[in-house]
C-alpha cells in the first residue's frame, strides 16, 4: 500500500512573510493575531496544504483559550488540530509536525481533570525556509 504524502504548499513571497509573522507572533506569545495572519492565508489556499494550515490555526486559537482561562475551547481546538496533523508526514513545510502532534496529545492528556494553562516555557514553532519577518502591532 502506498501512503500519499500530501504536497507542500507553492507559496507567494507576500505569502512566505505572512507565515513567518505568525510563526514569530506565536513565538511571543500573541495567539489570537497568529491566528489573524494565518487564516489570511489560509483563506486563499487550496490543496493538500490547506489542513496543515488550518491546523496551525486551531493551535493558535487553542493557546489564546488557555491564555484566556477557557481550556474546554482549548482541547476542543487541540482535538481538531491533533485530527488535521495525522494526514502529513513527521516534517512538513519546514515544520517539525511529529513534534507539535506529541505536544498536543501530552496536552491532551493533562486535562485529565485539571485546570491548565499555557506551559511554561511556552511553546515554540520553527519553521526551515522562511523569512525574517516583523510580527505587526502588539495590539
Known amino acids: 500500500m502506498t501512503v500519499s504524502i500530501p504536497a507542500e504548499p ?10 513567518a ?4 507572533q506565536f ?13 489570511e492565508v489560509w483563506s486563499g489556499m487550496r490543496g ?11 493551535v493558535s486559537v487553542g493557546f489564546h483559550h488557555l491564555r484566556r482561562g477557557t481550556p474546554a475551547g482549548a482541547f476542543s481546538t487541540f482535538t481538531k488540530a491533533l485530527g488535521r496533523f495525522e494526514a502529513y508526514p513527521g516534517r512538513y513545510f519546514g515544520f517539525e509536525v511529529a513534534a507539535e502532534r506529541a505536544r498536543l496529545r501530552a496536552l491532551l492528556a493533562a486535562r ?3 485546570e491548565i494553562a499555557v506551559p511554561e516555557p511556552p511553546p515554540v514553532w520553527r519553521f ?11 495590539g
Open 27 to 39: 513565538n511571543r506569545g500573541l495567539y489570537f493575531e497568529c491566528h489573524d495572519t494565518l487564516e
Open 48 to 58: 493538500p496544504a490547506r489542513d496543515f494550515f488550518q491546523g496551525l490555526i486551531q
Open 112 to 114: 485529565a481533570g485539571e
Open 10 to 19: 507553492e507559496l507567494t513571497n507576500e505569502e512566505r512573510l505572512a507565515v
Open 21 to 24: 509573522r505568525a510563526v514569530t
Open 128 to 138: 526551515d525556509g522562511l523569512p525574517a519577518a516583523d510580527p505587526g502591532p502588539r
